[in-house]
């Protein structure tokens, strides 16, 4: 028995015991500049309002449907693929929680990279996986090739890399990607590409499934399109893959207003081409601003930046809070402790949050 109080329960596996876990400070978000979760800033396109909103109150009372939605994921990718190809999952956390149920053991290992996308650790930890996390090297967060390939020599069970990684921005070459799967057939190569379509580089051009069935694509609706509170991502890959890997979800786990708003958002790829460009130039014109006054930045691929505040980040942190902008401090992660992480919107925006840094740490700006 467990004990919780001086109450007695029964204790759960031992494993989920022992877990911390994943926690992010997600209330009281509404009506502030976001630049904490490196979301879509503005919300999705209007044809997705529309869409919600046409929907009929008795389809609230009827299970989803999903007749269509790896079709339409599927025109939408660089290269033709089949539907059974695609996995669609309650977010790409359930997807990446799904590869972690159906293929990581007790006593296997995931190998992945430090620091990078909080999620992957727990999941881990809950199969009672060992974890191999190889930090970014150098000033540049540079992605540790070498040290991944000896790595890979040790047959893990599972890599993931988030590319461009959350949050240094770390960029990997598609094809050391493949080289990197195609060297380790016993291990299944897991990409996050949540942020390639703001800076980044997809694997899904050059991918041949059948040649390299042990790699897998994460991708999701949530960050581009704005799609962040109907939850829906999609893993891509062989298809006996995304199979099992589909196996270990819950058969109705995507609700029917993200398949009706998936649809929509999936039918206007114009509108999240123009606010990926919108969030290109504020990125450009944030970099620009930060350089020419001689703040220690990073920026690198993906829809966010890295900035060491010249005060202490916790309070730096909460001065913006005050002001009405949330930014996501790194305290305690490795290499980047010190850090505040600064997602990017749009230029007036940026343009706000830097009025504000400014004021606050008393720079000099034109
Ligand atoms: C690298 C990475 N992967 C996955 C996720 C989760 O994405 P979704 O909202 O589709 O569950 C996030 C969200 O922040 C992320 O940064």
């Known amino acids: 028995m467990g004990s919780s109080g001086g109450q007695a329960f029964p204790p759960a596996r031992p494993e989920v015991e022992g877990l911390q876990a994943y926690s992010a400070p997600l209330e009281g978000r509404r009506g502030l500049l976001r630049l904490d979760f490196n979301e879509n800033t503005v919300g999705p396109s209007p044809r997705v309002v529309e869409a919600l909103r046409a929907i009929p109150a008795d389809h609230i009372a009827i299970y989803p449907e999903y007749d269509g939605l790896r079709e339409a994921v599927v025109a939408q990718l660089p290269r033709p693929l089949q539907p059974e190809q695609v996995g669609v999952f309650n977010g790409v956390d359930a997807a990446i929680h799904a590869v972690f149920h159906a293929y990581g053991d007790r006593g296997e290992t995931l190998l992945t990279t430090s620091p990078t996308f909080g999620y992957y650790t727990p999941c881990a930890q809950m199969q009672g996986m060992a974890i191999e996390a190889i930090p970014y ?21 599972l890599l993931l890399i988030c590319n461009p990684n959350n949050p240094t921005g770390t960029r990997l070459a598609p094809p050391l990607v493949l080289e990197l799967a195609a060297s380790a057939p016993d291990t299944l190569v897991v990409v996050d590409e949540l942020y390639e379509a703001f800076t980044g580089d997809s694997v899904l051009p050059l991918a041949d499934f059948e040649a390299t069935p042990n ?152």
Do not use: C
Request: net charge positive; hydrophobic share 50%; no cysteine.
């Open 137 to 157: 090297e150098g000033e540049a967060f540079a992605f540790p090739l070498e040290a991944i390939r000896a790595a890979l020599a040790r047959r893990p069970r």
């Open 215 to 366: 790699l897998v694509v994460l991708r999701s609706l949530a960050k581009t399109a704005g799609l962040a509170g109907l939850r829906i991502g999609f893993a891509i890959g062989h298809g006996a893959v995304v199979d099992r890997i589909s196996r270990v979800t819950g058969p109705y786990d995507i609700n029917s207003f993200a398949v009706t708003a998936a649809f929509a958002a999936l039918a206007d790829q114009a509108y999240v081409d123009a606010y990926v460009a919108e969030v290109l130039r504020a990125r450009d014109w944030i970099a620009a601003q930060l350089q020419a006054a001689g703040v220690r930045h990073h920026v690198a691929g993906g829809n966010y930046l890295l900035i060491w505040p010249r005060g202490e980040a916790a309070q730096v942190d909460a001065a913006l809070r005050a002001e009405g902008i949330l930014v996501r401090a790194m305290a305690g992660k490795p290499l980047i402790d010190g850090s505040l992480r600064v997602s990017i919107g749009t230029q007036e925006q940026m343009q706000r949050f830097w009025r504000a840094y400014a004021r606050i740490e008393a720079l000099p700006v034109s």
